[in-house]
């Protein structure tokens, strides 16, 4: 059974850093695409980012380019988002997802696998 359970998140003020994690266990990581996508209270799942096989393949949603970074260590079947310069309008629950093949995407209904999702607050 795969398995995608995240961690790292928290409480944090504006313009400060979080760096979250998502291990991945039950299925070839390597050869998988991640997602990340958040959800605040009130609001529909939104895009975060997505990475393909190797770090040099990534897509970001507009709202948080040049201040999230993704990154994935296939040895350990880790995804990472780190987070610098957060806005409070980051607060919300983040997921990480799994597309077993294809190159990443927006589309939600592409990845078949999910976490529990991680809270992430950031106060003014």
């Known amino acids: 059974q795969v398995q995608l359970v995240e961690s790292g998140g928290g409480l944090v003020q504006a313009g400060g850093s979080l760096r979250l994690s998502c291990e991945v266990s039950?299925?070839?990581?390597?050869?998988?695409?991640m997602g990340w996508f958040r959800q605040a209270p009130g609001k529909e799942r939104e895009f975060v980012g997505a990475?393909?096989?190797?770090?040099?393949?990534?897509v970001y949603a507009d709202s948080v380019k040049g201040r999230f970074t993704m990154s994935r260590d296939n040895a350990k079947s880790t995804l990472h988002l780190q987070m610098n310069t957060l806005k409070p309008e980051d607060t919300a629950v983040y997921y990480c997802a799994l597309r077993p093949f294809g190159i990443p995407t927006i589309r939600a209904n592409a990845y078949s696998a999910w976490g529990q999702g991680t809270q992430v607050t950031v106060s003014s």
């Open positions: 039950g299925t070839s990581f390597s050869a998988a695409v």
């Open positions: 990475i393909g096989w190797s770090n040099d393949n990534r």
